[in-house]
T-cell receptor, first 123, second 110 residues
């Protein structure tokens, strides 16, 4: 059974850092690209960024709103993906989800998602 | 505001049919596959449609997708109370080099 579980959420002060972890099981993690998403209170889903599988260079892409502050990485030996968030702002307050890519091309869907972990950024 | 445009809300009676539109441009919908998701806040989003009109295993054929030019449509027939949720379209945008979502559509059963 495919499972994705996010962890690392909590209350963070503005300007500080936090790392989220997406722990996975039930599939061959190394073969899949992974994305992070978020949903701010009362808002819609927003894509945060992606990391491609190492077959595609393990390269990353980011939303303009987080570029330069957030970094996505992966550890295929542990079947986990990370979202390192630096210089956090109050507008980063959201539920953060990870999702598995269903395909290896731009525009592919995300077939499995985690339940999310909440980040609250406050001064 | 979102790159992809969806109606904020739609409503219909149980057993009826509803459609949800999602419009974009040549930098996104026209040239890339679109997927649709059902989401209840605080829970894992669920993939309903991928590659414009394909259903993953386990998704009933009450859900359908179609595409024409720069717009896509999600159709849901035989509405059930469990269908009350937020629905999102998503695709790639080559001018932003990013995955983009619609603003979401809240489905309410009358």
């Amino acid at each position: 059974e495919v499972q994705l579980v996010e962890s690392g959420g909590g209350l963070v002060q503005t300007g500080r850092s936090r790392r989220l972890t997406c722990s996975t099981s039930g599939f061959r993690f190394a073969l899949y690209g992974m994305s992070w998403f978020r949903q701010a209170p009362g808002k819609g889903l927003e894509w945060v960024g992606l990391i491609r599988s190492n077959d595609y260079g393990g390269t990353t892409e980011y939303a303009a709103s987080v570029k330069g502050r957030f970094t996505i990485s992966r550890d295929d030996s542990k079947s986990v993906a990370y979202l390192q968030m630096n210089s956090l702002k109050t507008e980063d307050t959201a539920m953060y989800y990870c999702g598995r890519e269903y395909g290896d091309y731009e525009g592919c869907a995300f077939d499995f998602w985690g339940q999310g972990t909440m980040i609250t950024v406050s001064s | 505001q979102s790159v992809l445009t969806q109606p904020p809300s739609v409503s219909a009676a149980p057993g009826q049919k509803v459609t949800i539109s999602c419009s974009g441009s040549s930098s996104n919908i026209e040239n890339y596959y679109v997927s649709w998701y059902l989401h209840l806040p605080g829970t894992a989003p669920k993939l309903l449609i991928y590659e414009n009109n394909k259903r993953p295993s386990g998704i009933p054929d009450r859900f359908s997708g179609s595409k024409s030019g720069t717009s896509v449509t999600l159709g849901i027939t035989g509405l059930q109370t469990g269908d009350e949720a937020d629905y999102y379209c998503a695709t790639w945008d080559n001018s932003l080099n990013a995955v983009v979502f619609g603003g979401g559509t809240q489905l309410t059963l009358l």
